[in-house]
Each structure stands twice: as structure tokens, then as C-alpha cells.
């Protein structure tokens, strides 16, 4: 492995922990593109986000990378597949405030088909999957939901300003 490999990642975890803090500032001279959970708060300027939603979260990293820079708000992690889904929520049991939810996002209410990918990062309504090491396609009937019906049924509050 490459030296230079080591010394980047090694030094990517302290540079997290530093923009997720509080008390770090929202300065424009850092540079953009480094973290972009950092870069969405300082073009919002703000760290106060009170819902952020996670649409497509496989087994929850980004919702765990979300936790860390916002741990008041309530996240809600959307993953349809039922294998994932259990993951997803093994994974975030610990955190009360992230919330997974067996659902798809889209803009109509509808129950769809999915054709489920070997590596489960790869699941999407809009691609077909190529035939499995047997030759044959695994699809999964999923549910897809509005934002808008989430949000009155969970009484979530969004702003579009």
C-alpha cells in the first residue's frame, strides 16, 4: 500500500471531528469539497437543522456521517429493501434519533417492483439488474411514498424557503 494512502485517511477522521464541532466556525476560506456535510452548513449557515431526511440509506452510513455533524435532529433513513432495511436498522438501534423507515421515496404513492443488485448499494428503481450467478433476476415488491404524505402522517415539518 502507498504511504501517502495512510497518511490521508489517518488524518481524515480528526478533520471530521473538527468541522462537526459546534464551536468550529462556518468559514468560507475552508476549503469547499473537503466534507460536504460542513459545506451544506456553511452555505445554509447554519448547524441547526431540525429534520433532514436520508432517502435511499442502504445500511446507514450517511445517516451515521448525518448524526455526528447534526446529533439534535431528527433523521429519517429511508431504505425499501426488506434485507437492508434490517440492517439499517440493526445498525442505527443505538441512535434514537435516526429513524429507519421501510419505504421509497418518488412522486407518486405507488407499489413497485425492484429487481435486487448482488452488492445492495448498487438497488435503484431506475436501473435493471443483469441476471445473478444463476442465471435468473431477483425482484422484491416495494413501497414508494410522497414526501409530502410522509410528512403529514408523521407530522415531520418541512420548509421550501
Known sequence: MNIRHFAGCALEWPMNRLLRSPWFPLLRTFHARQNWLYDICRYAKTRSFRVLFDVGTNIGQTAASMRGFFPHAEIHAFEPVEETHRI????LRRWPNVRPHRLAMGRISESREIVLQDASELNSLRLTAPLDATGERRPERIEV?????????????TSTS
Open 88 to 91: 439499517l436498522c440493526r445498525n
Open 145 to 157: 411514498g410522497t414526501v409530502d404524505e410522509f410528512c403529514t402522517a408523521t407530522g415531520s415539518t
